[in-house]
């Protein structure tokens, strides 16, 4: 550490395996002999894998430690990329429920990245989950597999948790004349799912139907609305139909 590497750096200017025999060794600056391998990501090289001994004896194992290196820094940049966009959408998701002026011109960018436009049926579905039942508590890993269920059942929509036992999905509705049994049966479906192949309960509901993206905060309001009185009314069911509740939830 804190020393110039003379071998890497004739690699790196390269741009290819450069190897260092015995004679070669003795000429540069705090080389042995053995073998340098550019490590590459995205078409460009991030730096140099040296190894020690006669470079013919460990080109093997070179390639092999290159390989490995550059599969751990996709695997890296993959897992950052997944956690920034859902740091995204969670930032979309809270600005959009909650009617945040100040986030505006942010959302405009985030819509853009999600393709979401701002004139088209959606509705916001609120999943709330029941930890409590399995050992796995509110981890993670636990979330973002619902995640992945959910925008995986409802093609074209995004979900993010807004706390530590709320996910919010924003339905893009499939048709303009969108109904009840559009997505009713795939609400169920999707739930005994979570139950199943995850292990956690959880209890949906679905908000209002909304031509225009400025008015998901409604949608959204009357989704937990629907929820605290599907809780109250039916609390051995799962999931919550707004369209199926409205006239009762009303007369309430």
Not at 56 to 76: N, R
Request: charged share 25%.
């Amino acid at each position: 550490i804190g020393t110039i590497h003379e071998g890497a750096i004739i690699a790196l200017q390269r741009k290819s395996e450069f190897n260092v025999d015995e004679n070669q060794s003795k000429k540069l600056n705090g080389v042995c002999p053995g073998i340098n391998l550019v490590i590459e990501f995205q078409n460009s090289v991030v730096g140099v894998i040296g190894v020690t001994g006669k470079p013919k004896e460990v080109l093997g194992y070179g390639k092999l430690i290159k390989m490995t290196a550059e599969m751990m820094i996709e695997q890296e940049h993959f897992i950052r990329e997944l956690e920034w966009n859902n740091r995204i959408k969670e930032e979309m998701m809270v600005a959009l429920i909650y009617n945040k002026q100040d986030s505006f011109l942010l959302l405009e960018e985030y819509t853009k990245k999600f393709k979401i436009p701002y004139e088209h049926p959606t509705a916001i579905f609120i999943v709330e989950l029941n930890f409590e039942d399995t050992s796995e508590n509110s981890d993670l890993n636990v979330s973002n597999r619902i995640i992945s269920l959910l925008e995986g059942t409802f093609k074209e929509s995004l979900a993010a948790m807004i706390n530590s036992k709320t996910i919010v999905l924003l339905h893009k509705c499939l048709r303009s004349n969108n109904k009840i049994a559009d997505y009713q049966e795939r609400i169920r479906e999707v739930n005994e799912k979570i139950h199943t192949q995850i292990g956690v309960n959880a209890k949906i509901s679905t908000g209002k139907v909304y031509d225009k993206l400025s008015d998901v905060h409604k949608s959204f309001d009357i989704a937990k609305e629907t929820l605290l009185f599907g809780k109250k009314m039916y609390p051995d069911d799962n999931t919550y139909i707004f369209d199926s509740l409205k006239c009762e939830m009303m007369f309430s």
